[in-house]
């Protein structure tokens, strides 16, 4: 959260993350990565592909879905509530909405806005407020809920501290009494590597999201690079897979979804658009992206995203 001068979103500085560009940054090791992986291509018979995608068992116009932000309504400006805007956008272009931290009565307003709905909440050290979080958000229409595991650790060491609440540890035992009390889907974000992936499936998750949470952890590896060996980990679990971090254009769709990710989640990419011009930009973004991801797909003879095949990726460079 720093170097206000040099981010590209608008909004306060502390509130909006940005990249650091040193070394043990992984947002600048991700970034890398996605730019350095190239596709081959497979034209003939190739023909236009359906985008349309089934999470949870229901439909969706695409893999791409709408962020887990947070905070956003703070920066909205003249009544402007982008966490509302960004789900209308949602409803609109019929994709799966993601909403993160928000105490229940914002979150009661994003759900109003009746786009199917994944709530994700903090791992709070009171696990008190997650139960009564699961319970609020379910009952006001949420399809999945989940905690980000990959939350807990501050600067100085300890475990974070965020509008004042105390985060804590997750522990395998609290996950299963999580996933007990959800009653819908139970989604771990911030997998990054086989280990927790297999405890996420031991606690009974329903899905996992592979993400280091815009590098929250130094050095972190791309979620792209650890995603094959998670997707081969869950192999015949009935797991979803979802994949975020750098996820920016539709050609970063498209790596995601051919190294195994079922749907990806942009993050920071849509936040220009947001918070500039509302639901409109993200209309206009995502439609953008939806472009790119089909025109990789159909140069590349994957008819619909039930056919991503890894082979077509190739790692150029190495970012060790
Ligand atoms: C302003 C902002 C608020 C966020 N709040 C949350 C949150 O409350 N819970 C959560 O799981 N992730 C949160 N995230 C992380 C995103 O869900 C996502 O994992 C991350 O932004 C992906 O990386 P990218 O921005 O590089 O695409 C937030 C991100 C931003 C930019």
């Known amino acids: 959260m720093e170097n206000k001068k040099n981010s590209p979103w608008p909004g306060p500085e502390g509130l909006i993350p940005v990249t650091s560009g040193k070394s043990d940054d992984a947002n600048v090791i991700n970034r890398r990565y996605l730019d350095s992986l190239l596709v081959e291509m497979r034209v003939i018979d190739s023909v236009k592909p359906c985008l349309t995608t089934r999470i949870f068992g229901r439909e969706f116009s695409s893999p791409i879905m709408m962020p887990a932000f947070s905070h956003l309504n703070k920066v909205g400006k003249n009544g402007r509530k982008p966490m509302e805007e960004y789900a209308f956008a949602a409803k609109q272009l019929r994709l799966l909405n993601w909403v993160g931290m928000e105490p229940d009565e914002e979150y009661a307003g994003i759900a109003a806005v009746d786009a199917p709905t994944v709530r994700i909440i903090k791992p709070f050290a009171d696990h008190d407020i997650i139960l009564e979080q699961i319970d609020f958000a379910v009952k006001h229409g949420a399809i999945a809920v989940g905690i980000d595991i990959d939350h807990i650790a501050n600067k100085d060491g300890g475990y974070d501290v965020v509008d004042g609440h105390p985060l804590g540890p997750v522990m395998l035992a609290d996950l299963k009494d999580y996933v ?141």
């Open 180 to 320: 007990k009390a959800a009653r819908v889907p139970f989604v771990a974000k911030g997998v990054l590597s086989v280990n927790d992936a297999l405890k996420a499936r031991d606690a009974g998750c329903r899905a996992v999201l592979v993400s280091h949470h815009h590098g929250r952890i130094p050095f972190g590896i791309p979620p792209t690079a650890v995603l094959p060996r998670i997707k081969d980990a869950l192999q015949g679990s009935g797991m979803m897979i979802f994949c975020d971090c750098g996820i920016d254009t539709g050609y970063d769709a498209y790596k995601a979804l051919a190294l195994g990710a079922d749907a990806v989640a942009v993050g920071r990419g849509i936040l220009a658009p947001l918070l500039k011009e509302g639901t409109e930009g993200v209309v206009r973004k995502i439609r953008q992206m939806n472009e790119q991801l089909s025109e990789l797909m159909l140069y590349t003879g994957i008819k619909d995203t039930a056919s991503f095949d890894s082979s077509i990726i190739h790692p150029s460079v190495s970012v060790q």
